[in-house]
C-alpha cells in the first residue's frame, strides 16, 4: 500500500511536464496504479485538475505537510493494472522518442479507465423467410429499385445488423429501412447495453481457400506469434491479391491462442465491405472505432477490450491504444497512408508505435499494400522486416490497361481543354455503353508550382531538388531551406511563353463535362460538395446505385472505393503532386496514380486507365503506369541517398510556432546558432517559412536537420528542450516564452 503517487498535471505545457509528488489517502491505497485517472488540487488557488498517476511510491523525500493530497480518483475500481501501467509506459517513450509533453502523450496513449456509460442500440434484422426475401428481391431488381435491393441482397448474407453501419457503410437511407420495414420484411430492433457497434450471429463465415503464397504467410507469421518473437512482416500483394484473407486467418490462429488482434485501416478505407468481412469470421468478438464515433462510444469499445468481451479491433491510428490485456498480432493495412503519421503532438507514426508495443506484449506487426511506404519497403530490403510478396490476384483476371496521354502533343495539336483526344474518346464509348467513368483531378499537395506547358519544365530548388512554390509576392520560394528567386516568364528550358503557376478545380471540369456532353450525368466529389455530415455517403451511394454516368473528384474517389460498372479512370494533371515541393511527391504520386488505376475494371468488365500529363517520361508516372513497384522503388532510393533523405538518412524537423512572425523568426535563428555551435557535424537546413507561413493567426517556421542514425536526431531534441528550458528559466529571453517549439521525425508532410 503506497503512501504516495507522482501525478502528471494534465496541462499540455512545458513548464508542468514532470510529475508532481502527492500524498495517497488511505482509501485509495489499495487502489491506485500508474495510468490511474486522479483529481489533484493544484497550483497557489488549489485549483481542481485531472492528472494521471505515473508511480507509486514508498517514500516521497519531503515532510507530509510539504504535500498535497489526491482529492479522488476518476475509476478507483476498475481492475486492468497492467493495462494501465503499459500504457503509461508506452507514453514515456512516445515522450521521449518524439518529442511532446508526457500530458499529451499521456492523453494520446490512455484508454484504460474511461468508463463507457452505454446507449440504445439499433439494429436492422430480416423478419421474413428467405423464400420471401428473395422473391421481393426479384421484384426490386426489376423496378431497378437499386437500394432497397442491395440493402435486401446484404441481409440474405447477414440476417441481423447495426443500424448505424447499414446507413454509413452501405448507404442506405432511414426512407428507404421503413418501406421494407411497411412491408414487413425487416424489423428494426433497439435493445440498451454498452455500445456494440457490430452484432452479428457466430457461425456464418465460409472457409478461407488460400493459395500456396498465401498459406505460407499464414505459417510463418503465426509461428513466430506462438515463439513470442517480435517480428515484423511487409506483405506487398497487387489488388485483389488476397491480402484480407490473409489478415483474417492470421488473427483466427492468434485468437484461438487466447490472445487479441489489432487492425489498423485507414478511415477512408473502412468500407462496408471491408468490415463485414471480418464481422462473417469473428462475430460478435470483434468491433470497431472510428471518427464518426462519440468519445463514449469509443469508450464503450475500449472497455469492452480491456474486460475481454471482444478480441479483435479494427480501425484508424486510434485503435492503436485499444487496451487489451494480451496482444498477439497488430496488423496494419494500406501501411504507406499518410493518416497513420499523427499531426498533433506527439507526431508519432502508427508503424513506428505499433512495432514499441508488440515488443511490449511479444507479438508479431503485419504491415500490407499494394504500394508500401518506401520506409517500410526500404526496411525489407534492408533485412529489417520479413518480405512476403502477392503478385497474383487471387480470384484471377488482369489489372486495367493504363496508356499515357502527352498534354504537351495535345497543345501542339491545337487542342486546349481539359481532355485529351484520347480521353474525351474513351468517355464517349462508355456513355454510349451505359458505362460508369470516374475522372480523378490529382491535386494532392498542390502547392502553385510553375511548370511549362511546352515541354514539361518545372522551376526547382538547385539546393534540395524539390519543386519552388509561387508566393503572392511573386517569388518562387522553397520551403525546405527558404531558397527564393523571382518567379519567370518564360521557360528557361525551351522558351516558351506558356510557364505559369497551375490552377486547376474540379469545378472546372464538371462546368467543361456539362458543355461537351449535356446528356450525362455528373456527380462532384470535393471539399466544397462534402461540407456537411452525410454528403460522402450521399454521393457514393448515388454513384453505387448507378444515379451518375460520370464521378468528377480529388484523391477522396480513388481508396477504399469499389464500383464495379466502373470501366474507364481518366487521371487529369497526373503529374500534379509530383511538384508538391515535398522529397517524397514522387513517392505519393506513385501510390495515388496505382490506387487510382485499381478503381477501374473491377467488376466483369474489363477496365482501362489513361493518365494526362505533361511529364509522360517522369519515373514515378511510368512506373505507375506498368504497375511496376520494385523499378519505383529501385529509382527513388537512389535520389534519397543522394540527398540524404528518409528512409536512407532520418530528418528532424524543429517546427516554430507562434502570434509574432518576429519573434517566430528570431527564435528559430536562435535555435539554429544553438545546433551549429553545440554540434558541429548536424546537417541543419533553414529557417525556411513554413507552408503556408501563417495558418490559424500563427506564423510557422522550420529547421532540418538530416542525420543517418535515429537516436542522434533524439540527442539533438533533448538539448533543444534543454536549451528552451534554460532560456524560460533565464526570464531574458522573451522569443524562448513566446514561441511554441515542436519536433517531427521523419515527417510525411512539408510543415
Known sequence: MSKYAQVIIDISHEKVDRPFTYRVPAELRETLWPGSIVRVPFGKGNTIRQGYVTALLDESGYEDDQLKEIADAVSPDDPKKQAAANQVALAA???????????AALKTVLTTGRRGTGKVRREVELTASPAEAKEALDLFEKKHQVARARLLLSLLEVPRQPYSLVTAKLHITPQTIRALEDKKLLAVRESRTLRDPVSFRDGEAAQIELNADQKRIVAEVTADAAAGK????????????????????????????????????PEISLTYQTLLRFYRYFGNRVSVVNSSMTEAEKNDQFERASSGEIDVIIGPRSALFTPFPRIGVIIIDEEHEGSYKNEQMPK?????????????????????????????????????????????????????????????????????SILSRKLAEKLGERLERKEQTMLFLNRRGFSGFVSCRSCGYVVKCPHCDVSLSLHRNGKLVCHYCGYE??????????????????????EQVEEYLCAVYPGARILRMDADTTRRKGDYERILSAFAAEEADILVGTQMIVKGHDFPKVTLVGILLAD???????????????????????????????GEVIFQTYQPDNYAILHAAAQDYRGFYEEEILYRRMLRYPP?????????????????????????AFLDSTYPGALVIGPAAGQPVMLRDQYRYVIYIKEEKYDKLVQYKNGIEEKNEADRQDGNN????AVTTQFDFDPVNVF
Not at 503532386?577 to 474489363?606: C, I, M, N, P, V
Request: glycine share 10%; charged share 20%.
Open 230 to 265: 517480435c517480428t515484423v512482416s511487409l506483405i506487398h500483394g497487387i489488388t485483389g491479391s488476397g491480402k484480407t484473407e490473409v489478415y483474417i486467418s492470421i488473427i483466427r490462429r492468434i485468437v484461438e491462442s487466447g490472445k487479441a488482434a489489432i487492425v489498423l485501416i
Open 93 to 103: 517513450w512516445m515522450k521521449q522518442q518524439y518529442g511532446s509533453t508526457m500530458s
Open 576 to 606: 500534379l503532386s509530383l511538384h508538391a515541393g515535398d522529397y517524397a511527391a514522387a513517392e505519393k504520386t506513385f501510390q495515388l496514380l496505382t490506387q487510382a488505376a485499381g478503381r477501374a475494371g473491377r467488376g466483369d468488365r474489363e
Open 734 to 737: 522573451a522569443a524562448s516564452r
Open 485 to 506: 528567386q523571382p518567379s519567370v516568364k518564360q521557360c528557361p528550358e525551351c522558351g516558351s511563353p506558356y510557364i505559369a503557376g497551375f490552377r486547376a478545380g474540379t
Open 348 to 416: 508519432y507514426h502508427a508503424r513506428e508505435v505499433a512495432i514499441r508495443i508488440a515488443q511490449m506484449h511479444g507479438a508479431v506487426v503485419v504491415l500490407g499494400s499494394a504500394t508500401p511506404s518506401l520506409a517500410a519497403y526500404d526496411a525489407a530490403v534492408q533485412g529489417q522486416y520479413r518480405l512476403f510478396e502477392l503478385t497474383k490476384r487471387a480470384t484471377g483476371g488482369a489489372l486495367a490497361r493504363v496508356s499515357i496521354a502527352d498534354m504537351r502533343e495535345e497543345l501542339r495539336a491545337g487542342n486546349r
Open 648 to 672: 536512407a538518412a532520418h530528418m528532424l524537423a524543429v517546427q516554430f510556432i507562434s502570434p509574432s512572425e518576429e519573434a517566430c523568426l528570431r527564435r528559430a535563428g536562435e535555435i539554429r
